[in-house]
Nanobody, 124 residues
Framework: QVQLAESGGGLVQAGDSLRVSCAVS????????VAWFRQAPGQEREFVGG????????RYAESMKGRFTISRVNTKNTMYLQMTSLKLEDTAVYSC?????????????????WGQGTQVTVSS
């Protein structure tokens, strides 16, 4: 089993930056990919981006490129999502998810393990 725990969400103003974290524990040796998804009220869950755990290769949703950066520190078993120039429409619950296979896929059903999520609210 793999456990994921997000932290770092909060209330920020439009234009601010924020970094959220995902701590990974359990059978970390089995992890292939850890990804970020977000879900705004009344909307479907949306792929933000992911990172291949073994070599740090990343993939982003097209709409996230340029403002969002994913990184990880393997020795800390922690993944980060750095968000810049935040917009009102970035308001959502941000969740990290993991799977054992090594393809960074944008489909939430492909991920076996999920954290509880952290709320990010962007105000004007």
């Amino acid at each position: 089993q793999v456990q994921l725990a997000e932290s770092g969400g909060g209330l920020v103003q439009a234009g601010d930056s924020l970094r959220v974290s995902c701590a990974v524990s359990g059978r970390t040796a089995s992890i292939g990919v850890v990804a970020w998804f977000r879900q705004a009220p009344g909307q479907e869950r949306e792929f933000v981006g992911g990172i291949r755990w073994i070599d740090g290769v990343t993939r982003y949703a097209e709409s996230m490129k340029g403002r969002f950066t994913i990184s990880r520190v393997n020795t800390k078993n922690t993944m980060y999502l750095q968000m810049t120039s935040l917009k009102l429409e970035d308001t959502a619950v941000y969740s990290c998810a993991a799977k054992e296979e090594h393809s960074i896929l944008p489909v939430s059903e492909d991920y076996n393990y999920w954290g509880q999520g952290t709320q990010v609210t962007v105000s004007s």
